[in-house]
């Protein structure tokens, strides 16, 4: 029985409560929270015997053998040298850090201790960009484009459950972070070309509600994404695959092509949901004793995109 400690009672804590309860052998012992109230009640909901604010506390109940960091992201650091330091794996959710610094601090941990740590880079399981790779690694496509929009509708500082948020969310080191680490995974090439343009900041949150991002790899292929927390419209990010021999949209896990003509992804994994897969993915590397996919030092390479990236728009 692999015995996890959660750490984060929010909207994307709860969405791998769900998840792991679809995986077997599998029990969450521990979870730890940012306040007292939310976090016993989230705690009941899932029958979580031991709840606790305090990561050392949750970690230290017997048998715990590995975190899933789902916190404030402005935290994600610290946490995960916390977990390896205490002997523990660690999956980090997205982004697994907020600097190319830390991010470099926790791979250098993991290297160190050599114990499972992975990044919550969710797309690279959903089953309609897993179909898309799976044909490019057969060779029958090659990605000439892809055009991506990650769109919300966020005015106010709140989560997804439309609850007040403690720390301030961000178009670049979070939601681009997701489409530049797929865009190098589905051409498995390295992003050696990067531009990128920003709108106005809010007056209260400090950050950027627009963005525009452009990303070239080794071979030409491109990649246009476009970023908004000022879209009041469909929420959620959309991909179009262009590729040498046809054009996919995908759109979470449904997958149409360029005449949105459905394709049936449903056998493509043991689910078809995402983050039941990338879970699934953490446990089989613990318990196979390998590197995941989406490992710490995979994700690192679109850390180090996302710090040229902002490089460009701070100048």
Same mark, same amino acid.
């Given at each position: 029985?692999? !015995?996890?400690?959660?750490?984060?009672?929010?909207?994307?804590?709860?969405?791998?409560?769900?998840?792991? !309860?679809?995986?077997?052998?599998?029990?969450?012992?521990?979870?730890?929270?940012?306040?007292?109230?939310?976090?016993?009640?989230?705690?009941? +909901?899932?029958?979580?015997?031991?709840?606790?604010?305090?990561?050392?506390?949750?970690?230290?109940?017997?048998?715990?053998?590995?975190?899933?960091?789902?916190?404030?992201?402005?935290?994600?650091?610290?946490?995960?040298?916390?977990?390896?330091?205490?002997? !523990?794996?660690?999956?980090?959710?997205?982004?697994?850090?907020?600097?190319?610094?830390?991010?470099?601090?926790?791979?250098? +941990?993991?290297?160190?201790?050599?114990?499972?740590?992975?990044?919550?880079?969710?797309?690279?399981?959903?089953?309609?960009?897993?179909?898309?790779?799976? +044909?490019?690694?057969?060779?029958?496509?090659?990605?000439?484009?892809?055009?991506?929009?990650?769109?919300?509708?966020?005015?106010?500082?709140?989560?997804?459950?439309?609850?007040?948020?403690?720390?301030?969310?961000?178009?670049?080191?979070?939601?681009?972070?997701?489409?530049?680490?797929?865009?190098?995974?589905?051409?498995?090439?390295?992003?050696?070309?990067?531009?990128?343009?920003?709108?106005?900041?809010?007056?209260?949150?400090?950050?950027?509600?627009?963005?525009?991002?452009?990303?070239?790899?080794?071979?030409?292929?491109?990649?246009?994404?476009?970023?908004?927390?000022?879209?009041?419209?469909?929420?959620?990010?959309?991909?179009?695959?262009?590729?040498?021999?046809?054009?996919?949209?995908?759109?979470?896990?449904?997958?149409?092509?360029?005449?949105?003509?459905?394709?049936?992804?449903?056998?493509?994994?043991?689910?078809?949901?995402?983050?039941?897969?990338?879970?699934?993915?953490?446990?089989?590397?613990?318990?196979?004793?390998?590197?995941?996919?989406?490992?710490?030092?995979?994700?690192?390479?679109?850390?180090?995109?996302?710090?040229?990236?902002?490089?460009?728009?701070?100048?």
């Amino acid at each position: 029985m692999m !015995k996890i400690c959660m750490v984060g009672q929010g909207a994307f804590g709860q969405k791998h409560l769900d998840a792991l !309860k679809n995986i077997p052998d599998v029990e969450v012992v521990s979870l730890v929270g940012g306040t007292e109230e939310s976090t016993r009640e989230v705690a009941e +909901k899932y029958g979580i015997p031991f709840w606790t604010l305090d990561l050392a506390e949750g970690l230290a109940q017997p048998g715990v053998d590995a975190a899933i960091i789902t916190s404030p992201t402005p935290i994600h650091a610290a946490q995960a040298l916390q977990v390896m330091d205490a002997g !523990k794996h660690v999956m980090i959710e997205i982004p697994m850090t907020d600097s190319l610094a830390d991010a470099e601090a926790v791979c250098a +941990k993991q290297q160190e201790t050599g114990l499972v740590a992975m990044a919550g880079h969710t797309r690279r399981f959903n089953p309609s960009h897993q179909w898309i790779h799976k +044909k490019i690694v057969a060779g029958e496509l090659k990605i000439q484009q892809m055009d991506v929009q990650t769109y919300f509708f966020r005015r106010q500082n709140l989560n997804a459950l439309g609850q007040a948020r403690s720390w301030t969310d961000h178009l670049l080191w979070h939601h681009a972070c997701h489409t530049v680490d797929l865009f190098a995974y589905q051409t498995g090439e390295t992003i050696v070309q990067v531009q990128a343009l920003q709108g106005p900041k809010h007056p209260e949150l400090g950050i950027a509600m627009d963005m525009s991002i452009g990303l070239k790899s080794e071979s030409g292929a491109i990649c246009t994404l476009s970023l908004s927390f000022n879209n009041n419209g469909p929420l959620g990010s959309f991909f179009r695959y262009i590729c040498d021999n046809g054009t996919y949209l995908a759109r979470y896990d449904d997958l149409v092509d360029g005449y949105e003509k459905p394709i049936d992804v449903s056998q493509v994994d043991v689910s078809m949901n995402g983050i039941e897969l990338q879970d699934r993915e953490f446990i089989a590397a613990i318990k196979e004793k390998r590197e995941p996919n989406a490992s710490v030092q995979q994700a690192l390479a679109a850390m180090r995109v996302l710090d040229l990236l902002e490089q460009q728009l701070e100048n």
